[in-house]
């Protein structure tokens, strides 16, 4: 059972949100080396890689508390779509447009767990979910001893319906208790085939941020925190899910008469 309330943090603009986005993340590469010596993440798609690139790759100042050492991240997909991966609309695409192929080669590469391109043409997408899920068991030990895996940090964006992962309101899938990684068939967003990590895995993470910017998410962002009528979407099961876990990063036009309680800096 979750503990406390989510963190809502406010910034003014998105080269402050980046900076204490840079640090928050460090804070958890940091905290991750000191108990197993790797960084495990699952990272979203859409505007989210640009300002964790922004973020991630802003000059150090020196210290090892300070310094991405990507060299021991393994990083894999909150959710992705069944497209071949030079595809506009794959995440890998984008995490590797956007930050993994401009780390400069001092900080090392990370791990990238990308889907197995095999069976992207595949008209059910669950044998895609369902390898993705056995890489997740091979890094996270096996689905007999490990009841749900436990990233060190998922980082989610948060759509206008108040979606996240391809995890959509009123779907089935939320519901999902058992399976790590589950097939979307009929996204509701396109492209309709997508693979996904369940609501069970988002919230037994260590660490949970999301980064929602812009006066076109304010609406969404007061349902979710503000309003009863938001309480069964996505994102909001997810602050429900995992509580003082969950840390938003969000710029002042997405708040914007949002009455639960925001803080700026961490």
Known sequence: MATGHPNLHS???SDELAAQLRGYVLRCQNSAFSRHGTFRL?????????????????????????????SKWHIFFADERAVPLDDEESNYRLLKDELVSKIPAKFGSPVVHAIDEKHIGDDDP?????????????????????????????????????????????????????????????????????ITLTLPVVTHALNIAFVATGAGKKGI???????????????????QGAGEKVTWFTDHPAVDGVSFPRRGSL
């Open 221 to 239: 962002l007061k349902k979710i925190f503000d309003l009863e009528e938001g309480s069964s979407l996505p994102s909001t099961l997810v602050n």
């Open 42 to 70: 699952a990272v979203s798609g859409g505007s989210l890689p640009a300002i964790l690139a922004k973020a991630l790759l802003a000059p150090s100042n020196g210290s090892p508390e300070d310094t991405p050492q990507f």
């Open 126 to 194: 669950q044998e895609l979910a369902d390898l993705y899920q056995e890489d997740l068991m091979r890094e996270f030990a096996s689905k007999e001893t490990v009841k749900l895996p436990a990233f060190d940090l998922i980082l989610l964006g948060c759509g206008p319906d108040g979606h996240t992962c391809s995890l959509f309101p009123g779907h089935a899938l939320l519901r999902e208790k058992d399976a790590w990684v589950a097939a979307e068939t009929d996204s509701p967003k396109p492209p309709p085939k997508r």
């Open 11 to 13: 910034f003014p603009n």
